[in-house]
């Protein structure tokens, strides 16, 4: 059974950092692009980061860039996000999702299975 499940998620005051994980099981980890999508409250959800299984990083959503970044440990099976210099504005829902394929998207409709979900407030 193929499961992702992301952790991570907090409350923080802007300027501050987190690091959300996504622990993946159920499939051959270091084969498949791992992307991260968000969903503020009232606003579609969107792409953010993709990394593929070679290790190449794609940014979707150019208010993070030079903020965030994506990395992967696939000895662990898990996929990281870190979040530096967090604004109000990046207060969402965040998701990690599994690609079948070698390169990324930023289309969700692409992705195969997700996690359920982590909470990131940032509060000003």
């Known amino acids: 059974e193929v499961q992702l499940v992301e952790s991570g998620g907090g409350l923080v005051q802007a300027g501050g950092s987190l690091r959300l994980s996504c622990a993946a099981s159920g499939f051959v980890f270091d084969d498949y692009a791992i992307g991260w999508f968000r969903r503020a409250p009232g606003k579609e959800r969107e792409a953010v980061l993709c990394?593929?299984?070679?290790?190449?990083?794609?940014y979707y959503t150019d208010s993070v860039k030079g903020r965030f970044t994506i990395s992967r440990d696939n000895a662990k099976n898990t996929v990281y996000l870190q979040m530096s210099s967090l604004e109000p504005e990046d207060t969402a829902v965040y998701y990690c999702a599994v690609l079948w394929g070698e390169y990324c998207s930023g289309l969700h409709y692409q992705y195969n299975y997700w996690g359920q979900g982590t909470q990131v407030t940032v509060s000003s």
């Open positions: 990394n593929t299984r070679g290790g190449v990083s794609t």
